[in-house]
């Protein structure tokens, strides 16, 4: 459920057009008092009044908004537009609301943006405003609509309610970033897929289930061209008899591999990456965080998996591999470039074994 909004002052804002009344109304006073002519000083009380009198009712107005906001979904990717609700209630007897635009934003950012109700909010009514904002930050965030304003009347005055309103908690996964697959699955270890059993004959009929897009790492002799030519683009037809390796990803949050936050995002955000193409190659198993497993073989398991890594923070500890390890599983270490590669537990060891 949202939480309850805070209330405060309201802002009085003159704008250009009111500053014009401002002036005539003055300019009318002063020209009445020096040609005493009657209408300037109607004039006048006409644009002094109004000016006044819309300081009252801009401010009366927006005093008696009030805010909800709720998020539509429990989970989102960094930087990607999510689906939520904001509710505008005017608590007003008399007063309407003129088009009121509202400031959303992730709590305690800086990146703000901006929504319009194209209407009337009716006394006594509400109205709720279908948003797509962005979170810019991974883990629980939650969202803020803050500073309701409206310019009623006669766009005179910009009155600002120092009000504000907070959403659930929604749990921001990393964003993927670009990585070379070519280059990570041609390095050690290479990730192959054996065929077994005869080789596929060109009379064979097709599946649509064997056909899918051609993906960095698959072999060029995978390529079927005339298909390819067909749909335009490359395509590739599995074999009927191939059997996927399966591999265990893991990954140590240690502060030893990932010195700097920027390193340790950008780790995270290349981790997503490599775990959704593994899952598009169905290649993957399990994923082992700082000695936690989580499988993915279900919807549900990934999404597990993708919660946990988006409220992973940084270890203090050393990191640590075991003695042993079962086939088919590679960690996760950093690469030159703020890249990542893929290594075994023999060529971690090698490595330092060599170093001392």
């Given at each position: 459920?949202?939480?309850?909004?805070?209330?405060?002052k309201?802002?009085l804002?003159?704008?250009e057009?009111?500053?014009?009344?401002?002036?005539?109304g003055?300019?009318?006073?002063?020209?009445?008092?020096?040609?005493?002519?009657?209408?300037l000083?109607?004039?006048?009380s006409?644009?002094?009044?109004?000016?006044?009198?819309?300081?009252?009712?801009?401010k009366?107005?927006?005093?008696?908004?009030?805010l909800?906001?709720?998020?539509?979904q429990?989970?989102?990717?960094?930087e990607?537009?999510?689906?939520?609700?904001?509710?505008?209630?005017?608590?007003?007897?008399?007063?309407?609301?003129?088009?009121p635009?509202?400031?959303?934003?992730e709590?305690?950012?800086?990146?703000i943006?901006?929504?319009?109700?194209?209407?009337?909010?009716?006394?006594?009514?509400?109205?709720?405003l279908?948003?797509?904002?962005?979170?810019?930050?991974?883990g629980?965030?939650?969202?803020?609509?803050?500073?309701?304003?409206?310019?009623?009347?006669?766009?005179?005055?910009?009155?600002?309610?120092?009000?504000?309103?907070?959403s659930?908690?929604?749990?921001?996964?990393?964003?993927?970033?670009?990585?070379d697959?070519?280059?990570?699955f041609?390095h050690p270890p290479?990730?192959?897929?054996?065929?077994t059993?005869?080789?596929?004959?060109a009379?064979?009929?097709?599946?649509a289930v064997?056909?899918?897009?051609?993906?960095?790492?698959?072999?060029?002799?995978?390529?079927?061209?005339k298909?390819?030519?067909?749909?335009?683009?490359?395509?590739?037809?599995?074999?009927?008899?191939?059997?996927r390796?399966?591999y265990?990803?893991h990954?140590?949050?240690s502060?030893?591999?990932w010195?700097?936050?920027?390193?340790?995002?950008?780790?995270?955000?290349l981790?997503t990456?490599?775990?959704?193409?593994f899952?598009?190659?169905?290649?993957?198993?399990s994923?082992t965080?700082?000695?936690?497993?989580?499988?993915?073989g279900t919807?549900?398991?990934t999404?597990?998996?993708?919660?946990?890594?988006?409220?992973?923070?940084?270890?203090?500890?050393?990191?640590?591999?075991?003695?042993?390890?079962?086939?088919?599983s590679?960690w996760?270490?950093p690469?030159p470039?703020?890249?990542?590669?893929l290594?075994?537990?023999?060529?971690?060891?090698?490595?330092?074994?060599?170093?001392l």
């Amino acid at each position: 459920m949202p939480s309850k909004e805070n209330t405060g002052k309201i802002e009085l804002i003159q704008q250009e057009s009111g500053k014009v009344f401002v002036r005539l109304g003055a300019v009318s006073f002063f020209a009445f008092l020096f040609f005493h002519i009657d209408f300037l000083a109607i004039a006048s009380s006409i644009l002094l009044g109004a000016f006044w009198a819309s300081s009252i009712l801009a401010k009366q107005a927006i005093s008696g908004v009030q805010l909800e906001v709720s998020a539509r979904q429990p989970r989102t990717h960094c930087e990607e537009s999510m689906r939520a609700k904001l509710v505008l209630i005017n608590k007003n007897r008399f007063l309407p609301i003129f088009y009121p635009v509202i400031s959303v934003r992730e709590a305690k950012s800086l990146r703000i943006q901006v929504f319009q109700h194209q209407g009337i909010v009716p006394p006594r009514k509400s109205v709720s405003l279908d948003i797509d904002p962005c979170l810019h930050s991974r883990g629980l965030q939650k969202l803020e609509a803050f500073a309701p304003r409206s310019r009623f009347p006669f766009s005179l005055h910009l009155a600002i309610a120092n009000r504000n309103a907070y959403s659930e908690e929604v749990i921001v996964w990393p964003i993927p970033v670009s990585i070379d697959f070519a280059y990570l699955f041609q390095h050690p270890p290479r990730l192959v897929m054996t065929d077994t059993g005869e080789k596929q004959l060109a009379t064979d009929s097709i599946e649509a289930v064997r056909v899918r897009d051609y993906h960095a790492g698959d072999p060029k002799t995978r390529i079927n061209w005339k298909l390819s030519a067909k749909l335009d683009k490359l395509t590739v037809i599995d074999p009927r008899d191939e059997v996927r390796e399966r591999y265990e990803l893991h990954l140590s949050s240690s502060q030893e591999l990932w010195p700097s936050s920027l390193v340790f995002e950008r780790m995270l955000r290349l981790v997503t990456a490599v775990v959704q193409e593994f899952q598009l190659r169905k290649i993957i198993r399990s994923f082992t965080i700082d000695g936690k497993t989580y499988p993915l073989g279900t919807k549900r398991q990934t999404a597990q998996f993708f919660d946990a890594l988006a409220l992973l923070e940084a270890s203090k500890e050393k990191a640590s591999y075991p003695s042993r390890s079962r086939r088919n599983s590679l960690w996760i270490l950093p690469a030159p470039y703020s890249q990542i590669k893929l290594s075994t537990l023999q060529e971690i060891n090698t490595r330092e074994e060599a170093a001392l």
